[in-house]
């Protein structure tokens, strides 16, 4: 496994610094901030610590240690910081068939004995009439959500 060094200099240093004492940025960036001061094995930084004592000080893992170290050298200072994309690729739940037609059934008459259409209610109703084999209310609220429709109306 190959071992990255980290060598910052001290306008990075500073500017890590800031970033860690301001409380303006993402968790996850002022995480990987501080891991890099931490790490860092320039002139500039006074106490060198290994990845064991980071990882314990910080609560987080080795792994996490590591990743941001290699994109540190192999990316730069900014790639580091950066939150990485994601590369999962989420199912759509809900197509354009199923949409029409929660919005019609959003629209139309609520079952007997409701005033109106409840997020629960749409749901069930999809499933009952065999629109989807399984979808939940929040799936539901989601949908008209987009579609700017609201039941209170």
């Known amino acids: 496994m190959n071992t990255y060094k980290v060598t910052l ?3 990075e240093r500073d500017q890590l610094t800031e ?3 301001t409380g303006t940025h993402a968790a996850r960036k002022i995480i990987h901030a501080l891991i890099l001061l931490n790490v860092d094995r320039g002139p500039h930084n006074t106490e060198k610590k290994i990845n064991e004592e980071v990882c314990k000080v910080l609560k987080i893992g080795m792994r996490t ?3 941001v170290k290699k994109r540190f050298v192999e990316e730069g200072f900014d790639a580091a910081l950066k939150m990485a994309p994601t590369s999962r690729v989420y199912d759509k739940l809900v197509d354009g068939d199923m ?4 919005i019609a059934l959003a629209c139309g008459e609520p079952p007997k004995g409701f005033a109106r259409w409840s ?3 749409l749901a069930d109703k999809l499933v009952e009439l065999r629109y989807a ?3 939940s ?3 539901v609220r989601r949908t008209l959500k987009k579609t700017n429709l609201s039941l209170g109306k």
């Open 133 to 135: 084999e399984d979808i």
């Open 19 to 21: 970033m860690t004492r």
């Open 9 to 11: 200099t001290q306008e």
């Open 137 to 139: 209310y929040e799936t």
């Open 119 to 121: 997020l629960r209610l």
């Open 99 to 102: 949409e029409a037609h929660l």
């Open 65 to 67: 240690i590591d990743r």
